[in-house]
């Protein structure tokens, strides 16, 4: 075992521990830490704001684009955003030890199904520093131990983020190390907290496609996939054409570097020589750059529009732009849409555009993604939208959690059973 293993291995053991105490703590217990958190942000702003400018001025040397040093950057206004987050965390029920279901069975045994957490949670993501906060919180308000490995790019953030959260819980009645940064900057400690099955519960990436499958590829810990969104909006012949407009461009254009904003629309060709042209123009107006179809690519200059449409490639429909393109089909059938979704979609999220019940009905039923939306933009798929408060992530698996990740996801259960004496 290498050095950096041995450390990753120990803060874990030290992570299993404090989840050990911090399970059974109360609501008003972990909801006080919280708060202590969120002070200390604030009245530590100066500290945090030194350390990330090390991180932005290094970020800047190295040529990284200005979206980056912007993700990366933290202003004393962004860092009291993050506590405001986190003090809306402290405002979210507290899923732990309720109930799922049970009852009195004929045997006169009491069985009862409650949520318990997690336990260690891994978390590896990129870029921005708030994530550290957020994760953290959130794992706590869950009842879970967070370990946190943050890209290289925003460590020096990231380390004075967790020191200041850490000196912050203590006298809380929250264990300190239920928040400890993975030690090391290489890769290798990225892969030691991958193998560390048994120590780490689950593993949840934050990050692009690349670090999402290198961590399901090599991970020997469970992993819950999170992030990766190619997300499809589908017009039918029996759409609103004006919803079908606002939608579509809303769903590209609104904010088009999160993984639940559109990246292919695939038009009924029942309607395509009316619609076209009239999203072509909207999406012109919002700078989209459109990668079209043969069909598409043929409105375009017969309506002689001001649309910037250049022809797809079979790559396009397999590509997350996290960019202002998006991929426009025609379909000769709402099933020849469920097709095309079938065969490119990250099951993220997908629309309909629909007057129809029945198609509506039809597509719902047919489509395997983690969030179905009808009439409605794809942006939509998001905890807070969803009523749930804060998320860790979008999961795109079927295995214990799907879709946006709150506070209940990040529970697994345990059944109780209680007897008085009771033999078999």
């Known amino acids: 075992m290498s050095d950096i293993e041995r450390e990753v291995h120990a803060v874990a053991e030290r992570a299993g521990d404090a989840a050990v105490d911090l399970a059974p703590l109360s609501r008003a217990v972990k909801d006080a830490a919280l708060l202590a958190v969120a002070d200390a942000l604030v009245k530590r702003s100066d500290e945090i704001t030194a350390a990330n400018a090390e991180d932005v001025e290094r970020a800047r040397s190295e040529g990284t684009t200005p979206a980056f040093v912007d993700r990366l950057t933290l202003t004393p206004q962004r860092i009291e955003a993050v506590a405001d987050a986190v003090r809306q965390i402290v405002e979210l029920p507290d899923p732990v030890g309720e109930s799922v279901r049970g009852g009195v069975l004929p045997n006169g045994l009491d069985l009862r199904q409650i949520r318990v957490p997690l336990g260690v949670i891994g978390i590896i993501y990129e870029g921005r520093p708030n994530v550290t906060v957020d994760a953290a919180a959130l794992c706590l308000k869950s009842g879970n131990a967070a370990l946190l490995r943050g890209s290289s790019s925003a460590y020096s953030s990231n380390a004075a983020l967790v020191s200041i959260m850490r000196e912050a819980l203590e006298g809380t009645g929250v264990p300190v190390d239920a928040v400890q940064m993975v030690p090391g900057r290489t890769r290798e400690s990225s892969t030691a907290l991958m193998r560390a099955r048994g120590l780490v519960d689950v593993l949840i990436p934050r990050g692009g496609n690349s670090l999402i499958q290198a961590v399901v590829r090599d991970s020997t810990v469970p992993v819950i996939e999170t992030g990766e969104g190619l997300c499809h909006v589908y ?80 790559e396009d429909w397999a590509t997350e732009y996290l960019s202002m393109d998006l991929a426009v089909r025609v379909v000769p059938t709402i099933d020849d849409a469920l097709a095309h979704i079938r065969r490119y979609s990250t099951r993220h999220t997908e629309a309909i555009v ?48 799907r879709g946006p990740m709150g506070l209940t996801e990040m529970t697994s259960t345990k059944y109780v059973v209680t007897g008085d004496g009771h033999l078999k």
């Open 354 to 401: 629909t007057d129809s019940l029945s198609a509506s009905r039809y597509f719902v039923s047919r489509v395997d993604s983690a969030a179905v939306m009808v009439n409605a933009s794809t942006r939509f798929t998001d905890g807070g939208e969803f009523g749930f408060g804060a998320e860790i992530g979008i999961s795109t698996q079927k295995l214990h959690a």
């Open 235 to 314: 017009v039918d012949e029996d759409a609103d054409l004006d919803k079908a407009v606002a939608i579509a461009t809303n769903a590209k254009a609104q904010r088009c570097s999160v993984c639940n904003a559109a990246e292919t629309l695939l038009v009924h060709e029942a309607v395509a020589d009316t619609f076209l042209p009239r999203v072509l123009d909207s999406l012109a107006e919002a700078g989209v750059t459109v990668h079209g179809d043969a069909r598409v690519l043929a409105v375009s200059r017969a309506a002689g529009g001001s649309a910037t449409v250049v022809e797809a490639t079979e």
